[in-house]
Nanobody, 120 residues
Framework: QVQIEESGGGLVQPGGSMRLSCVVP???????????MGWYRQTPGKEREFVAS???????NYANSVKGRISISRNDNINTVFLQMDRLQSDDTAVYYC???????????WGQGSQVTVSS
């Protein structure tokens, strides 16, 4: 069974930066490229919301609330996707989830979630 391993997260001051990583071991290079990789976030009492995604071809998509501050990238040689977050604000505080969506059959896999807290 394909699983996702997340790393990163923690406490950061407002205006600071943080990078989250997500690796999907057990997939070949070609199979990983067939996954659209994304990040979502969730705060208590709210639904999980989209943050950013990147296709195997490198096409990116961002939520309006994070454009210009957050960047998603992937390294298919190591089955890893990154979320670089800059100029963080208190509203960015959430649990961040990595998501892998198979482009042909829509199968989705979720990471365990990483807490990001923006506070002074």
């Amino acid at each position: 069974q394909v699983q996702i391993e997340e790393s990163g997260g923690g406490l950061v001051q407002p205006g600071g930066s943080m990078r989250l990583s997500c690796v999907v071991p057990g997939l070949t290079f070609i199979n990983f490229r067939n996954y659209i990789m994304g990040w979502y976030r969730q705060t208590p009492g709210k639904e999980r919301e989209f943050v950013a995604s990147v296709t195997g071809g490198g096409k990116t998509n961002y939520a309006n609330s994070v454009k210009g501050r957050i960047s998603i990238s992937r390294n298919d040689n190591i089955n890893t996707v990154f979320l670089q977050m800059d100029r963080l604000q208190s509203d960015d505080t959430a649990v961040y989830y990595c998501n892998a969506k198979q482009r042909y059959d829509g199968t989705q896999i979720w990471g365990q979630g990483s807490q990001v807290t923006v506070s002074s």
